[in-house]
């Protein structure tokens, strides 16, 4: 890496691919104050990616615009090699397949000035299989975000094998800088963390679909009105931790471990051993950070009682044994 | 079934078991209004339970309380029997071992008044094995809330092989007019719905843990910066149709169906064949209740904001390009 500027210095941004995710990036980008430019090799790209800006633009400005931020920083090129010809960051979000990204990534490398870094939003591609062609491979990475981009703030770092770590070092300062919420993994995983955690549930759902097990109506409301409201808040790790009350985690592994051979889901468990239980509870605390179980609750029921009330759900005072009864 | 009450006239509820669940369940039904009998072999139980209620109650009072109700309506009792002598619904909330399960309701089904509907907080075991000792197993169904059950609205109701479908109908009405959020199940699943879903994730957590892929932290921190914050809002089917674009679940199944052969979890996907295609794409129609793309992303992101907003993490509009950088 040569010449490129600060992560804190970056005025134009290049969107490479603008779908939902790759509009979903200009969108986030615009709100953010970045001068940004878009390619897209559909037909229609401009007025789609055009059509999704304007109607993510009000939540946007409702959420607070950064100084200067404006639609009009956004400009359509014609080409690939006009749209990232002076920028100082390259998010590319192209369709998910592995060919299409490996081609695309060489000519971005070919294209973009030395030393600025280029994003992949692949959902789980590693990057070591997608520099290969790359004649500067260290400065591609990964930077994963969630759907969409301008309102979910995660995205996942991670380089791959010829990838030089002070690229993904500046990424991830890079995407903070810009707003987001950042997890820098140190080994290429596929899928990455998240991606994984919602592909076990998603096939498990399928699962369930495919058998007549429950519908997909069913499925979406058992999450939204049951554990997915406290995935708002806080992790599955913590959640479970609460469900061994006073003792926390290392209860509830006691008292749940054994479901684990239960059937309850196509996904076999790994062998709760010493090492793994000692892991998962060594992990709460540390996640914990200070935090006593009881603090935890109580963040957890304010959490979910303001997410409740933000969403037009809270239980209703009039249901109830004395409501209308008499 | 016999001489029971109609579920909108239940005044007395009994739980039996006081733990984290059953106190929580306790702690509804106080909020909600009824007279509360509660009943704990353990010896520290009683002040544990008043411990738990009197730390959820002015959560619940900020909720708002129904008519009449108060920590003063619950009597914890010495015996099972006391607890289910006069209760017109009763709520068992034991550990999770089938042996004291099967015991336990055994134990109840001989001690509660005719026809008064039982049910099991279980966790994923099938009526069918728990009910195998009952003299009268027709009332007998499972009641599966989620933690904390005062604030999480979602119950499943399923009923076993020798369960009344009658009793079913009771209950799932009850916990309606107690002001729960309910999915009966026509047919017995391990791990009902959700947590087949939410076990899934567990396990995938479980294993990254186990392979150091991830820590708890990164896992938790995936969860609530990423996908946990659709999911309080939308559940994962609509909010993966959603990735499809304009084109929604169809568009969404042709992109990623080729992700389902990826290794990006421990649990093997089932086939994407056309049946199963078609179920999903038909669900999600059905669920999504003759509102357009258009319309759920505008009540995905009204959501997520409402939610970011309501949690403190709307994305501060002092980072970006322009802010302190001159």
Partial sequence: MTETCAPEQVRRVACVGAGVIGGGWVAHFLARGYDVTAWDPAPDAEARLRRLVEAAWPALEQLGLAPGASIGRLTVTATLEEAV???????????????????????LDAATPAGVVIASSTSGYPMTDMQTEA????????????????????????????????????????????????????????????????????????????????????????????PGLRWAIMGPMLTF???????????????????LKSPWTRLEAPELDKALYDAVV??????????????????????????????GRLPGSETGPEAGAE
């Fill in 85 to 107: 010809s002076e920028a100082q960051f390259v998010q590319e979000s192209a369709p998910e397949k592995l060919d299409l990204k490996r081609e695309l990534l060489t000519k």
């Fill in 135 to 226: 004649v500067t491979p260290g400065r591609l990475v990964v930077g994963h975000p969630f759907n969409p981009p301008y309102l979910i703030p995660l995205v996942e770092v991670v380089g791959g094998e010829r990838t030089d770590l002070e690229a993904v070092r500046w990424a991830s300062r890079f995407y903070e800088t810009a707003g987001k919420s950042v997890i820098t993994m140190d080994r290429e995983v596929p899928g990455f963390i998240a991606n994984r955690l919602q592909e076990a549930l998603w096939r498990e759902a399928l699962h369930m679909v495919a058998s007549g097990e429950a519908t997909v109506r069913d499925i979406d409301l058992s999450i939204t009105e049951g």
């Fill in 241 to 259: 931790a609460l469900a061994g009350g006073e003792g926390g985690m290392a209860h509830m592994l006691d008292h749940f471990g054994p479901s």
């Fill in 282 to 311: 060594a992990g709460c605390d540390d996640a914990a950070d200070g935090r006593t179980i009881a603090d935890l609750v109580l963040e957890r029921d304010r959490g979910v009682i303001a997410v409740l009330r933000a969403t």
